[in-house]
């Protein structure tokens, strides 16, 4: 539902009112709404298309065997000469709604990306293709760029990849008024929102592609947009009448696991890690440099390669960290949210949190670096109600604006919402987006294992009236030593060993305790105090609950799960990638790409490796066959694939 007031535009979702700037253009948006529908659920099943013009160069260019949910309805609508505004979630394959009609169309396909390190890597991948792809930015040498300043004039660029502000010198659209355009990408197109995190200034001037060459089909990307980025996005980029393609925002592969951290997460996190991502690569986000390093520096001690990443490291450091992430097979990060922007390796198997994120859109985004390749891949946390303190206290203690420090606290409240959930992750991780799911996922640990429940509804009320007694002021471990009756000098300081309340609470544990607090505070029972100190006060929710109106069914806590009950479900069954022939393949693929200094996915994604092990090819015609493979690594990698297969076979 769209609100306008005299001077700002609003956006209801789910009760909460979201403010936009005052720009009346977004009211566009609510006379012309989208035409694709919102909620589809992505599927990376793809599927075959019935047109040759787009189809031919889909396999035999790319080696796909069909198309990702929309992506052929985009691009046959650009090949068409539609423009488009695409919103599809990480790993969705928007890549290829560009680079394909721009083959399609002929002449150069212009591609507007910000991030210089993820040029480089797109157009190393297109030239593993055989597309002829060049990129433009600051990171060149003048002799590179009138390389491919010449090679643009004659023709000869199928994609070129230019960073805005180079895009719009005088100099560089004299250039291309003197060549064939095929369209223009606008990649991270969020980048337009002033709102947002990533905004460039740049990318507000980008209108004048459409004023100067309002022939030539554009198509913005990104998978950042809640309803009122989007609206932003296509009002100022001009894009009013483009179609939006609105992918939803479910991401199937990826299995959500959440847990407290009862004191052993960085255990947990071995054991999660060598059961079932051993050899894998990673990212495991915390909260703090200082954890980032400890845990960087143990997992190594456990035999694993782990190298930490956070913004007190120097650029050298960082840069080579992200490269060996990149080029070496298996090679886990641990990183404050500093790490992540503008990686774009499609094999990443897991992504850990060892602290909550502030937010379900802090995690929605991290989670997603998951898994873009399709496979299964995994989002697995430990989180604590000593991180929503501390990052309340980060948040009270910010120079930020009350508004803006009161949407950051109703953040956090949802974000811990979800953590306490018993019941599908994915229905209310998609809830919170707008998005619905039909049904409970089937892909979560809430789905795979429901947790059993207990009646909490009198704990519930022995805690709320001992915050209560306490005077509202007090953290969660001194209410619980008051809860169990534990005789110190500071609970006799306050007297608080007289309270009705003191030792009612000894049929539970510290840890049940906790839980009880925890979720008395997810649920809004409880306030943590804004000073950020952790006290807690009791809010108008809990009256009933402390009448007896309402009952409270809390998770049991679960005991770690043993190692047999683990086996029989396998949360990531990449299929092939244990047996000894994909080991070969995969040195063999190393090997390759040092040779050419491209990172081992650029020559074959995992699933190619698993699928030779399956399929055992024995001739190139047979080779051709696999995903991933089209006529130019046929070319270039068949012949070395199968000759190691054959290898592998005569051993037998
Ligand atoms: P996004 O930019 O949306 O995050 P990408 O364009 O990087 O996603 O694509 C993610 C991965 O999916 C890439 O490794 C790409 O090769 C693969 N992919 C894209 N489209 C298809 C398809 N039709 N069939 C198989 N794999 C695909
Ligand atoms: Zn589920």
Not at 310 to 328: I, K, N, S, V, Y
Not at 330 to 346: E, S
Request: hydrophobic share 40%.
């Amino acid at each position: 539902m769209f609100v306008e007031t005299d001077s700002l535009f609003c956006i209801e979702r789910q009760g909460k009112l979201f403010l936009l700037p005052g720009t009346r253009n977004l009211l566009a948006l609510q006379r012309d709404p989208p035409q694709a529908s919102t909620h589809h659920a992505i599927s990376f099943d793809s599927f075959p298309s019935m047109n040759p013009a787009i189809l031919d160069p889909l396999r035999s260019v790319f080696g796909h065997g069909g198309f990702r949910p929309h992506q052929e309805e985009i691009i046959a609508h650009l090949v068409a000469g539609g423009d488009a505004l695409v919103i599809m979630p990480t790993g969705g394959g928007k890549s290829l709604c560009y680079q394909l009609p721009a083959l399609v169309r002929g002449g150069v396909g212009i591609v507007v990306s910000p991030l210089i390190a993820l040029m480089h890597d797109q157009v190393m991948a297109l030239r593993q293709l055989g597309v002829r792809a060049e990129y433009l930015n600051s990171s060149l040498i003048a002799d590179e760029s009138r390389r491919v300043e010449a090679a643009l004039a004659a023709g000869e660029i199928d994609l070129l990849y230019v960073a805005p502000e180079r895009l719009l010198t005088e100099r560089f659209l004299a250039q291309l008024d003197q060549v064939r355009i095929a369209l223009f990408a606008i990649d991270e197109a969020h980048c337009v929102s002033q709102w947002g995190h990533d905004f460039r200034p740049e990318y507000a001037q980008l209108t004048i592609l459409h004023q100067r060459y309002p022939h030539i089909p554009r198509i913005a990307l990104t998978a950042t947009a809640d309803a009122p980025t989007r609206a932003e996005i296509a009002a100022r980029l001009q894009l009013e009448n483009a179609r939006h393609f609105i992918t939803g925002f479910d991401r199937t592969n990826i299995r959500y696991q959440v847990r407290e951290d009862s004191g052993a997460a960085r255990e947990a996190l071995l054991r999660f890690i060598q059961e079932h991502h051993a050899r894998q690569a990673g990212i495991v986000y915390c909260l703090s440099r200082k954890r980032v390093d400890e845990i960087a520096a143990w997992l190594c001690t456990q035999g694993l390669t782990a190298l930490p990443y956070h913004a007190g490291m120097d650029a050298a450091t960082r840069r080579r960290t992200q490269e060996q992430f990149l080029m070496a097979d298996g090679v886990i990060i641990v990183a404050t949210i500093a790490f992540g922007m503008g990686i774009d390796k499609p094999d990443v198997r897991f992504v850990a949190h060892l602290n909550l994120p502030k937010s379900l859109e802090a995690y929605y985004q991290e989670t997603g670096r998951a898994g873009r390749d399709g496979q299964p891949a995994q989002a697995w946390m430990r989180y604590s109600l000593s991180d929503v303190i501390l990052l309340r206290r980060m948040l009270e203690e910010s120079d930020a604006e009350e508004s803006h420090k009161r949407n950051e606290r109703q953040k956090l409240d949802a974000m811990l919402g979800y953590c306490e959930l018993t019941s599908c992750r994915r229905l209310s991780l998609l809830a919170y987006f707008g998005d619905t799911l039909p049904q409970p996922c089937g892909n979560c640990d809430n789905c795979l294992a429901p947790p059993a429940t207990w009646d909490a509804t009198t704990a519930a009320q022995k805690a709320l009236s001992c915050v209560h007694r306490t005077g509202q002021r007090f953290g969660v471990m001194y209410l619980i030593d008051v809860l169990l009756g534990k005789d110190n000098e500071r609970i006799q300081g306050f007297n608080h060993d007289k309270l009705s309340t003191f030792g009612i609470g000894q049929e539970l544990g510290i840890h049940e305790w906790r839980a009880v607090f925890r979720q008395l505070v997810a649920r809004g029972y409880l306030a943590v105090d804004h000073d950020g100190f952790g006290g807690l006060r009791l809010t108008p929710a809990c009256r009933p609950l402390l009448r007896g109106e309402e009952t409270l069914m809390l998770a049991k806590q679960a005991t770690p799960p043993k190692r047999s009950q683990k086996s029989r479900r396998p949360a990531n069954p990449a299929p092939g990638t244990d047996h000894p022939l994909f080991a070969a393949l995969r040195q063999l693929r190393r090997e390759i790409a040092q040779q050419q200094g491209v990172p081992p996915y650029v020559v074959f994604h995992d699933s190619t490796l698993a699928a030779m092990v399956a399929t055992r090819p024995q001739t190139l015609t047979e080779f051709a066959e696999l995903p991933g493979v089209g006529n130019r690594k046929l070319q270039t990698y068949g012949t070395a694939f199968l000759e190691a297969i054959r290898r592998y076979q005569e051993t037998l």
